[in-house]
């Protein structure tokens, strides 16, 4: 079942890519939605709707496009480093022959099994990276994988990113409600059917970044030192509607941060200093890539203000690998300064009691490994040659 609508203002190029992703969130019927040049929108529908349905969901494509557009200027852009014309081998999708070869197994939304060859790509890289962050001071630290709501809430993750937060329910401690849900509950279609007000009220979510842990373990603290330097690897979550479809972007990932705590200097000084290490590794590993300032993906009420504001003060950059199969490119990692905001939120205090600022380099490791095979292939033998000896050694 198709669905066209003609947008009735202009939308910006630079708008492009925003407007499309944020109408994975506008309506349960669409299963895809693409942009043509001249500023309609074609939508794939799950159900076949009514005239009146079709008006709706017009009206909420059109609340998206005026919202977005109306409140967004155009951004400035800055690019630090750019590596993108490097020649690479690879020219195809890496998914539909790691699918066929069985290293990749879908599993569920946006989320895929590793076999050996991915696998053994991620962890390889993050070993590399963990190299470089205890080298330049770094403490190794592990974080749940959940986060507490009081937390998302202080730091206004529930107003900026509501569209891809991921909960952590459980049943209620109750004799009845346990046995109940034992004997009535049905998976019918891949949805579970289960008592009404089984759920126990939600406390904790899923984290979706792996900073705010350690924003979270020095809360209410006066550090020792005007730097504190922390690593760590965590799952991550983030639910990304219909654009999960490949390892580009999944609901359940992995991300290696390196995460600053300090006053404004060291830890700008930090960002560019260990940045400028990670930008050596990408280069030794042979990818193409470049290192632009970015924005994040916040939902559509607050797009406009908070992305204006990121792009004013510089805060955040993306290293873009390119992905020649679709003459386009991915955010495989990114460099984030964000003042004093959860210094602030935290009371996280320096030793001469200003409030801390903070900063981290993040990267999907998943991501990596994914444009790194769609740039070389998935046959070893094309890989250059320093990470082909590192992942299969020869005797
Ligand atoms: P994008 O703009 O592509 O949505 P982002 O700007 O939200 O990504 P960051 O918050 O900067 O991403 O996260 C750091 C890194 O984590 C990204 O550069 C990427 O490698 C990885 N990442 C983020 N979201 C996903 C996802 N849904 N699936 C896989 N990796 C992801
Ligand atoms: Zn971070
Ligand atoms: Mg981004």
Redesign the pocket.
């Known amino acids: 079942m198709e669905h066209t609508f003609q947008s009735p203002r202009p939308i910006p190029d630079f708008l492009r890519k925003d407007v499309v992703s944020k109408l994975a969130y506008v309506d349960e019927s669409i299963a895809q939605v693409t942009l043509d040049d001249h500023d309609t929108l074609h939508c794939h529908l799950r159900t076949e709707l009514t005239p009146d349905q079709r008006q709706i969901l017009d009206g909420k494509m059109q609340q998206v496009i005026d919202l977005l557009v109306t409140s967004t200027r155009q951004p400035m852009i800055k690019i630090i480093e750019n590596h993108l014309d490097r020649p690479v081998p690879g020219r195809t999708d890496p998914m539909p022959q790691l699918l066929e070869t069985g290293q990749l197994v879908h599993t569920g939304d946006g989320m895929f099994s590793l076999g050996p060859l991915v696998a053994g790509l991620c962890r390889y890289f993050e070993n590399r990276f963990f190299q470089l962050a205890l080298s330049q001071g770094a403490g190794i630290h592990r974080f749940p994988s959940m986060i507490p709501a009081s937390f998302l809430e202080k730091i206004q993750y529930f107003k900026n990113f509501p569209h891809s937060l991921s909960f952590a329910a459980h049943l209620r401690t109750d004799l009845n409600t346990i046995e109940r849900f034992a004997t009535e509950t049905r998976c019918q279609d891949g949805v579970l059917h289960l008592p009404k007000d089984s759920f126990s009220g939600i406390r904790h979510l899923l984290a979706p ?1 792996v900073c705010h842990n350690y924003y979270l373990f020095l809360a209410n603290r006066t550090l020792p030192h005007p730097l504190a330097m922390a690593t760590a690897l965590g799952t991550c979550y ?1 639910y ?1 509607s219909i654009n999960m479809h490949s390892l580009e ?2 609901w359940n ?1 992995t ?1 290696w941060e390196v995460i600053f705590v300090g006053t404004a200097n060291l830890v700008k000084e930090a960002l560019l200093r260990v940045g400028q290490e990670a930008s050596l590794l990408l280069q030794e590993w042979g990818l193409a890539y470049r290192l632009e300032n ?1 924005n ?2 916040f939902f559509i009420r607050e797009f406009g203000m908070q992305t204006g504001f990121q792009n004013i003060y510089d805060l955040k950059y ?1 290293y873009r690998a390119r992905l020649p199969f679709k003459e386009g490119t991915l ?4 460099r ?1 300064y964000h003042m004093d905001f959860f210094g602030r939120q935290m009371q996280i205090q320096l030793p001469d009691h200003t409030t801390a600022h903070s900063g981290c380099i ?3 490791l ?3 490994a994914f444009a790194f095979l769609a740039q070389y292939g998935i046959d070893p033998n094309q890989w250059p040659e320093s990470i082909r000896t590192a992942l299969f050694p020869t005797p």
Request: proline letters at 5%; charged letters at 30%; hydrophobic letters at 35%.
């Open positions: 970044t983030r990304e972007r999944l990932f991300m970015a994040d993906p993306e955010a495989v990692g990114s984030n993040g990267f999907g998943e991501r990596l």
